[in-house]
């Protein structure tokens, strides 16, 4: 399944070479995506425990977030994200969620707690929470309503 999302992750960052007929693919997708996303996206915060680190259902998470983030980087996907039902409430609710793990224990989700010393942790979720923050800030674009919910 991961790597399933990062070959569409490939093909939704090519903008150039997606036809209109692969972007109709893309945006029946987008749908299932965004429901995957909305019932798994509790299994990140499982990898706040070291036995979880390699959690299956975590890591599909973290892909199924960065394909998101890149389908709403594209206008034409865009607005059909912006209007999916409760998208944007459960990527504000996983923020949430996420903030308070890290202030619970040592924050996995960004890179400036996965520092120690000179190396480098390179944990699955780090930059978990700034992709959450790009993916609200995508679909606020230019949507009156959906700035009013944040």
């Given at each position: 399944r991961v790597t399933l999302l990062e070959l569409m992750m490939v093909k939704v960052s090519d903008k150039n070479?997606?036809?209109?007929?692969?972007m109709?693919?893309?945006?029946?997708?987008?749908?299932?995506?965004?429901?995957?996303?909305?019932?798994?996206?509790?299994?990140?915060?499982?990898l706040t425990?070291?036995?979880?680190?390699?959690?299956?259902?975590?890591?599909?998470?973290i892909r199924l977030l960065d394909v998101l983030c890149e389908m709403t980087s594209n206008n034409s996907q865009l607005e059909h994200l912006q209007a999916f039902p409760g998208l944007l409430e459960t990527a504000v609710d996983t923020l949430r969620l996420t903030h308070l793990a890290g202030k619970?224990?040592?924050?996995?989700?960004?890179?400036?707690?996965?520092?120690?010393?000179?190396?480098?942790i390179s944990h699955p979720a780090v930059g978990f929470k700034s992709h959450l923050i790009r993916l609200i800030g995508n679909l606020c674009y230019k949507n009156k309503e959906n700035q009013d919910k944040v």
């Amino acid at each position: 399944r991961v790597t399933l999302l990062e070959l569409m992750m490939v093909k939704v960052s090519d903008k150039n070479s997606v036809s209109s007929g692969e972007m109709n693919a893309l945006l029946r997708n987008a749908d299932f995506l965004a429901v995957c996303f909305q019932e798994k996206c509790g299994a990140v915060l499982k990898l706040t425990a070291a036995a979880d680190a390699e959690d299956e259902e975590a890591l599909v998470t973290i892909r199924l977030l960065d394909v998101l983030c890149e389908m709403t980087s594209n206008n034409s996907q865009l607005e059909h994200l912006q209007a999916f039902p409760g998208l944007l409430e459960t990527a504000v609710d996983t923020l949430r969620l996420t903030h308070l793990a890290g202030k619970q224990a040592v924050s996995i989700f960004t890179a400036t707690h996965a520092v120690t010393g000179q190396e480098e942790i390179s944990h699955p979720a780090v930059g978990f929470k700034s992709h959450l923050i790009r993916l609200i800030g995508n679909l606020c674009y230019k949507n009156k309503e959906n700035q009013d919910k944040v």
